[in-house]
């Protein structure tokens, strides 16, 4: 029998499509500002998908950074499909945690910083750079300056033919990789043979299946699971 994997569905709402005029005139909407930074060579009029995330900036490490533009390219392509579009210029990823972030935040950040794993950094000598570097964890979070919060909020994922066929291509792996996993649990009748613990401190968090998973956040693969401790 043909995988499922093979034809399937997306159901979902994109939180944003707008169209834009994309020309050298300056302008005050950052958003605009950012995608004409991003795609300078393009001008007339586009469609823009805009996605809201409530996380942070994720490090440019993290399965996530990738997954995120593989996502917005992915609904580039899906929009193309519409009747009456206009050609798809960019996506832009909003991570709205950077508008006000917490105490774990700016110590991911430090960290990200400091290993070169993030793409917007405060500039040195600036007072947010400054505020980043004197903070410690217990200290109140710095007033950073709104154009440093802007940066970090906002993701510009440029998007092409090319580009796009990359990420649908790797969407339909992750889809593959799921049906199969699903198709093994089905045989063996038994979750941990046959599904990768990701080890992901966010997804643990929200996996049902942690409290008897082989490798949850922090733990790696091996971990023996116990009985839980009394009251």
Known sequence: ?????QLYELHGIIDVVTDVQLSGATTRNVIKQAIQDSCPGLSGNYEVIVDYKG????????????????????????????ANSLPVAAG??????????VSSDLVS???????????????????????????RPGNSIPNFSLAFRLARAIRVVPIDPT??????????????????????EAVAGAINPNWDPCGDEET????DFRHFCPSPYPHKKG????????P
């Open 204 to 207: 643990c968090a929200a996996c």
């Open 109 to 135: 950040l430090r960290r990200e910083v400091s290993n070169n794993k993030t793409d917007v950094i405060p500039a040195n000598g600036t007072p947010d750079s400054y505020a980043l570097n004197a903070w």
């Open 55 to 82: 996380s942070r900036r994720p490090a440019t490490s993290e399965p996530y950074w990738q997954q995120g533009e593989w996502q917005v390219q992915t609904y580039g392509w899906l929009r193309t499909r519409q």
């Open 1 to 5: 029998n043909a995988s499922r994997s």
């Open 223 to 230: 971990h023996v699971v116990g009985a839980p401790s009394a």
């Open 163 to 184: 580009s796009q066929a990359t990420a649908t291509n790797n969407f339909d792996k992750v889809v593959a990789s799921i049906e199969q996993c699903v198709a093994q």
């Open 92 to 101: 832009v990823l909003l991570y709205v945690n950077e508008l006000s972030p």
